[in-house]
């Protein structure tokens, strides 16, 4: 049994228009935008990072902009909800301000304490909740929201399988997690963790817009990516080869009950390419694309910050 899983590292997702995307979760929710780049896989895209103040590990969600590509369609094999953690005392803001941006707000009590469910423009299912601790403690600069109430990192993420019991044993007996009850699982010392929801009937996922595509889970560096790899190995499947992201080197499977996992390092960050000042200012690119850049500048779609 593994210990090197620190914790989340991020939650990977698609939206539509890319500027209605920056409105949300900058102007909305205050978190930073620390890297506006773009698929690596596929660079016709934009992929945005949002988080803390340098891009903590723990404090990220990200996004694939696809302007009219069709909604996601939720069922088993994926992630269902984002859980964000904001500090004690804070929630009477929170619902206070999404009620007045217009959302609908639904209170849920998980474990004795309080959320707030929502979904962004896209779809994609949300909440904030007080976890109990902060989870990073690093706010972003020049947040549109007040510092004591910002949201500092994930808390949790909810995935939903059509059989508990075999995530549950790789979660607990390969990567290291711990099991409180109920289907949560618990992962390193970070208190963040994985609740898990069993549903035989539901069906497949279909990804759009609205989708969380993976989450992220963290390691220290390579050496424990690797560690990670090897116990994995013929457990899983669609095992990758580690894949460099620029800020970070990483593995992607699927577990037992199908949700996407990605295992990639803390280091080397969002600082590499960027002045913690200049974070998400400029589009940065993979040195592999750089030769493309006018090319890929021009096919990007535009971004119009703004929500209509």
Avoid at 47 to 76: K, N, S
Avoid at 95 to 106: D, F, K, M, T
Avoid at 165 to 172: D, E, H, K, M, R
Wanted: hydrophobic share 40%; glycine share 12%.
């Amino acid at each position: 049994m593994l210990n090197d899983i620190l914790g989340i590292h991020h939650v990977t997702a698609l939206c539509g228009e890319g500027g209605r995307n920056l409105w949300f979760y900058t102007h909305l929710l205050g978190l930073r935008l620390v890297k506006k780049t773009v698929n690596f896989d596929a660079p016709g895209s934009y992929h945005f990072y949002y988080g803390d103040r340098i891009g903590h590990p723990g404090t990220l969600i990200t996004f694939f902009p696809h302007p009219g590509f069709r909604p996601g369609t939720p069922g088993a094999r994926e992630v269902a909800v984002t859980h964000f953690s904001v500090p004690d005392g804070s929630l009477g803001y929170w619902s206070e301000r999404l009620h007045r941006a217009g959302l609908l707000v639904e209170r849920e009590r998980v474990a004795g304490r309080e959320r707030l469910a929502f979904r962004d423009p896209d779809g994609t299912r949300l909440t904030v909740g007080e976890a109990g601790r902060v989870v990073i403690d690093a706010e972003a600069p020049e947040s549109a929201v007040p510092g004591g109430r910002a949201i500092n990192g994930i808390a949790a993420v909810t995935t939903v399988v059509n059989r508990l019991q075999p995530t549950g044993a790789f979660l607990t007996d390969t990567l290291g997690f711990r099991d409180v009850g109920g289907g949560v699982f618990e992962a390193g010392a970070s208190g963040q963790r994985i609740e898990v929801i069993e549903d035989p009937a539901a069906p497949p996922p279909v990804l759009g817009v609205g989708s969380a595509h993976h989450v992220a889970w963290r390691v220290a560096d390579d050496a424990a990516r690797e560690r990670v790899r090897a116990a994995v190995d013929g457990r899983v499947v669609g095992l990758t080869p580690t894949r460099d992201r620029e800020y970070f080197r990483s593995i992607y499977f699927r577990e037992p009950g199908g949700v996407i996992f990605e295992i990639a390092t803390d280091g080397p960050g969002f600082l590499v390419d960027e002045d913690e000042a200049a974070l998400g200012t400029a589009l940065k690119l993979p040195s592999q694309f750089e030769a493309r850049r006018a090319q890929i500048e021009a096919a990007l779609p535009p971004l119009e910050v703004g929500i209509r």
